[in-house]
């Protein structure tokens, strides 16, 4: 499966605003259950940390299954190794910890979209100048919303997706600061036994926050 063209995969990602964050041990029932639950909810976007079990068998199986309804990603990307083996898995986008060049290089080699982990205006500013105009900044929940407006400022052509302590009750904040996105983990999918149905209520809340701010 070859990924989306970088513009594409940009475009879906901001558009779906909440990304969901799939780590630790699960069983391809469950992760499927969670996605499912996801979907359900109205979220789109999902990622699963290449730390987590069974990493790259589960983002196949997403994607066969869900074929164009989700945007299915690989985090805990830190090493060129590591792009490979999940865009071979079919990963859409790839999301990192931090701040890798030669990580960065073998994605746009191939064409595909690359977040890097990014918290200082040094590190913004490498991975602006190698290519990446769409950011993770982590962990931002060790700064808050007005760390992120202050970046925003001389950073206007750079896009941030936070990531840390995300929740719906303080995604509004994160969204008026300028985030084009967020992604959240234990607040949308807290373990591999959550029911559909919960995941869902959780989704859809989060889903219903950040349409509320985007409208604001």
Request: with cysteine; hydrophobic share 45%; glycine share 10%.
């Amino acid at each position: 499966m070859n990924p989306l063209h970088i513009e594409d995969a940009t475009n879906r990602f901001r558009s779906c605003g909440v990304v969901a964050i799939i780590r630790g041990k699960f069983s391809c029932k469950q992760v499927l259950s969670i996605a499912e639950g996801l979907l359900a909810g109205g979220l789109t976007a999902m990622e699963v940390t290449l730390n987590s079990d069974a990493a790259t068998d589960h983002i196949a199986m997403l994607r066969r299954h869900f074929g164009d309804r989700m945007l299915i990603g690989a985090g805990t990307v830190r090493t060129p190794q590591h792009v490979d083996i999940s865009l071979a898995a079919g990963a859409q986008f790839l999301i990192s910890p931090g701040f890798d060049p030669a990580s960065v290089a073998r994605s746009r080699e191939a064409g595909a979209l690359h977040l890097p982990g990014v918290f200082t205006a040094t590190e913004a500013q490498a991975a602006a100048n190698a290519g990446c105009h769409l950011l993770k900044l982590f962990p931002c929940d060790a700064v808050g919303p007005g760390y992120l407006k202050a970046l925003r400022a001389p950073f206007d052509d750079v896009d941030f997706c936070p990531t840390g302590g995300i929740t719906a009750d303080n995604m509004a904040t994160w969204h008026n600061a300028g985030a084009v996105a967020v992604a959240a983990g234990s607040s949308l999918v807290s373990g591999p036994n959550q029911s559909t149905a919960e995941v869902a209520t959780r989704a859809t809340a989060m889903r219903r926050a950040w349409e509320a701010a985007s409208h604001d």
